[in-house]
């Protein structure tokens, strides 16, 4: 039996119609409830609800939808896939893409992580949105810079840059798949990023035990080599860190970089 479009997205109503003309004529694909309102008035939720039935629109989270493009095919909502970055920058202001999420769009990690990682100033549970995990990383106003804009799918998306993704993962290594994760990507971009830049941002970020993983990463990889001087004109805190902020509070103290080494790095074995 050939199936049509019918079978999926049934006939529309005239305020029905008019929502999703409307939304489209403006280029708003992604929209809210109050969105709607704006458009066809206080009935929205009920026009939103049949909309979502006959697979014209997907509910991201309660009170924002995207409407499905025409040329998804016959199942419409069914088989409407959009890209994490897309979906993340609509579910918090301010926001920007970064931590693990950033470390692999970057190519600097080969692990693709379970969640997307998103910076915020608020405070947001996770969320589940078509099946996949949207975790919200809160972040003071003093470490909220480091961004640039890229496209994907015809939308600007804002993420950490290429340094600030790394310090944003040293100060907060549980957020990046752990030290041995962010250590790795260190050394395989270390001719991509900017050591410089990156203890820049730790200082302006307040938290030196960045500064502290970030030379303890390059000294055990052999990578200190021309950085000593950068790392000379810094006074790091008094006070030992944790080197991982996932792995059991044990282990060795090191006195130069005044960190516990409770997670150890092996970069010998990173080729492998």
């Given at each position: 039996?050939?199936?049509?479009?019918?079978?999926?997205?049934?006939?529309?109503?005239?305020?029905?119609?008019?929502?999703?003309?409307?939304?489209?004529?403006?280029?708003?694909?992604?929209?809210?409830?109050?969105d709607a309102k704006a458009i066809i008035g206080e009935n929205a939720k009920n026009t939103i609800y049949h909309l979502v039935k006959k697979k014209w629109i997907l509910q991201l989270k309660k009170g924002l939808y995207i409407v499905v493009p025409l040329d998804i095919g016959v199942k419409g909502a069914d088989s409407f896939i959009m890209h994490n970055f897309v979906i993340a920058s609509?579910?918090?202001?301010?926001?920007?893409?970064?931590?693990?999420?950033?470390?692999?769009?970057?190519?600097?990690?080969?692990?693709?992580?379970?969640?997307?990682?998103?910076?915020?100033?608020?405070?947001?549970?996770?969320?589940?949105?078509?099946?996949?995990?949207?975790?919200?990383?809160?972040?003071?106003?003093?470490?909220?810079?480091?961004?640039?804009?890229?496209?994907?799918?015809?939308?600007?998306?804002?993420?950490?840059?290429?340094?600030?993704?790394?310090?944003?993962?040293?100060?907060?290594?549980?957020?990046?798949?752990?030290?041995?994760?962010i250590a790795r990507a260190i050394y395989f971009s270390i001719e991509e990023i900017d050591i410089k830049k990156i203890i820049k941002y730790a200082l302006k970020m307040g938290n030196l035990t960045i500064i502290k993983r970030l030379g303890y990463i390059l000294e055990k990889s052999g990578l200190m080599n021309g950085f000593e001087p950068l790392f000379e004109k810094v006074k790091l805190s008094k006070g030992y860190g944790l080197f991982d902020t996932i792995s059991p509070k044990k282990g060795q103290y090191n006195k130069k970089w005044l960190l516990r080494i409770n997670r150890d790095i092996k970069p010998e074995g990173w080729m492998y």
């Open positions: 039996m050939t199936l049509s479009t019918e079978k999926y997205k049934k006939g529309l109503g005239k305020k029905e119609s008019f929502l999703i003309s409307s939304l489209s004529r403006d280029d708003k694909l992604i929209f809210t409830t109050e609509k579910l918090v202001e301010p926001y920007y893409i970064g931590y693990w999420s950033a470390l692999n769009h970057y190519g600097f990690s080969d692990q693709i992580p379970q969640a997307t990682f998103i910076a915020t100033t608020k405070t947001k549970k996770s969320l589940e949105v078509l099946d996949t995990s949207y975790v919200f990383v809160h972040t003071s106003k003093s470490k909220f810079f480091g961004t640039t804009e890229i496209e994907i799918e015809g939308e600007t998306v804002t993420i950490s840059d290429r340094n600030k993704t790394i310090a944003d993962c040293l100060d907060h290594p549980e957020h990046a798949g752990g030290i041995d994760e």
